[in-house]
């Protein structure tokens, strides 16, 4: 599903209501996160059958099996995930983080990363000109 993060803009949500993140370390068609990372971020996983998008959800969902035989959601081939230190809808609080080896950003809604809350890669800071 879709809802309006009031610093992310829209993003994508489980059923619940939680917000779904997509991991820096994984490459399409495979999830990078297995052992403790996958404490911290759960895989989005179906029982079975194909994940169904609600409204205003872009792009192709589809699954990945995990290693232990879960069926992992994924939109556009990158496999998604839950925060669990987000504890009730609307919670953010993975945005951003740089942990098991890569950024954590929260799904946006029409694809890609969302339009502001926190850059996901640092700025460097220009050197001043030589002589200065």
Known sequence: MVATNS????????????????????????????????????ALTVAGGNPTAGS??????????RSDGTKQVTRDGMPLYTFAFDKQPGDANGQGLNEF?????????GGGAPTSGGATTPTPTPAPPFGY
Do not use: K, R
Request: charged letters at 0%.
């Open 7 to 42: 610093t992310l803009g829209s993003i994508l949500v489980n059923a619940q209501g939680m917000t779904l993140y997509v991991f820096g370390g994984d490459t399409p068609g495979t999830s990078n996160c297995s052992s403790a990372c996958s404490q911290n971020w759960p």
């Open 56 to 65: 205003g959800v872009s792009g192709t969902l589809g699954t990945i099996t």
């Open 101 to 109: 080896g890569g950024i954590w950003t929260a799904a946006a809604a």
